[in-house]
Nanobody, 124 residues
Framework: QVQLAESGGGLVQAGGSLRLSCAAS????????MGWFRQAPGKEREFVASISSTGDISHIAASVKGRFTTSRDNAKNTVYLQMNSLKPEDTAVYYC?????????????????WGQGTQVTVSS
């Protein structure tokens, strides 16, 4: 089992930036992919980004492509989500998730452990 703890959320004005971090423990971090998802009030949880275990492959949702990037530091057991040019529609609770394998995926069911989430609010 993997334990995940997100940090870095908060309130930011439209056009601003935030960097989310997710610290992992419990399994060898470099063995599994990581993902980011978000859920806005009244909406389904949606895929944002994922990154393979080695960090060489990542997927970014079309809605945030060109604005968000993901990276990982296996020495620190941490994955990051850099969010630039934020828009009010990016407002949501953001979750990190640990993959069931080393491959980056866009599917929710490819991830077996989830963090508690961190709130990101973008004001207009």
């Amino acid at each position: 089992q993997v334990q995940l703890a997100e940090s870095g959320g908060g309130l930011v004005q439209a056009g601003g930036s935030l960097r989310l971090s997710c610290a992992a423990s419990g399994r060898t971090f470099s063995n599994y992919a990581m993902g980011w998802f978000r859920q806005a009030p009244g909406k389904e949880r949606e895929f944002v980004a994922s990154i393979s275990s080695t960090g060489d492959i990542s997927h970014i949702a079309a809605s945030v492509k060109g604005r968000f990037t993901t990276s990982r530091d296996n020495a620190k057991n941490t994955v990051y989500l850099q969010m630039n040019s934020l828009k009010p529609e990016d407002t949501a609770v953001y979750y990190c998730a640990a993959g069931r394998s080393s491959s980056a995926s866009v599917r929710t069911d490819s991830f077996g452990s989830w963090g508690q989430g961190t709130q990101v609010t973008v004001s207009s």
